[in-house]
């Protein structure tokens, strides 16, 4: 029988991290690791406070829902997580938010453009808007695929955020960029110009990433 124990601390510790940094409140927001080896989502438990959360508390799921191992129901929005490490293979974690700046921009319907060279390295590029679907259908990680083809990275309307990454410090870290990078283009907006860098240093960023520089 595998042992769980080092990545259900792993979640356990992310996610009290993530929710003293305000990306989440109350018992929103959902954090996992994929095992690929063991073929196991290790997740969240739905409806826990985070603040009362234990290792004990973290689930472990098989990619189709059935619980392996744990006393709670996995996150409602395990559908999401499952859909992402199928569809994209270089996901290993992924962190659900619903950090306030990036989650008006879902509300709004708009895309967080890309005003901060540091989001081509770490996100992609801009942060696009997966469509609304109702939260734990299989219609939202149908949706969020759509649009994380070549990114990291999404909005979900009405919803909140969704980041992947190669380990769950990654997907965290891409997470806090997120909101780091609605807050500046919410306050830039304020500040009435808001300009996205200009497409030919995209471009030249983007090479000088496909380069390994």
């Known amino acids: 029988m595998r042992n769980y124990q080092t990545n259900k601390e792993k979640v356990l510790r992310i996610s009290k991290r993530a929710y003293d940094e305000k990306l989440f409140a109350g018992t929103s927001g959902n954090l996992s690791i994929y095992d690929r080896d063991g073929g196991v989502i290790i997740i969240t438990p739905s409806s826990l406070d985070y603040q009362a959360m234990q290792v ?26 499952a859909a992402i490490y199928i569809n994209c293979r270089c996901a290993n974690a992924v962190v659900h938010t619903h950090s306030p700046f990036a989650t008006s921009f879902a509300v ?3 895309e967080i453009p890309l005003v901060l060279i540091e989001m081509v390295a ?10 609304f679907a109702l939260p734990g259908t299989d219609q939202v990680g149908n949706e969020a695929i759509k649009v994380l083809q070549d990114r990291s990275a999404c909005l979900m309307q009405n919803h909140g955020v969704v980041c ?33 860098i200009a497409d030919e240093h995209v471009k030249a960023m983007f090479e000088r990433r496909r380069a390994g520089e």
Do not use: C
């Open 108 to 110: 709004s319907n708009e």
């Open 56 to 81: 004990d508390d973290i689930m472990v799921i098989t990619p189709e829902g059935r619980i392996v191992e744990g006393k709670h129901a996995p996150s409602s929005e395990w559908r999401l997580h």
């Open 122 to 131: 770490f996100i992609g590029g801009h942060v696009p808007v997966a469509k």
């Open 164 to 196: 992947f990454g190669d380990s769950l410090e990654q997907a965290h870290t891409r997470s806090v960029y997120v909101e780091d990078a609605a807050k500046i283009y919410h306050y830039a907006k304020l500040n009435g110009n808001a300009r996205p």
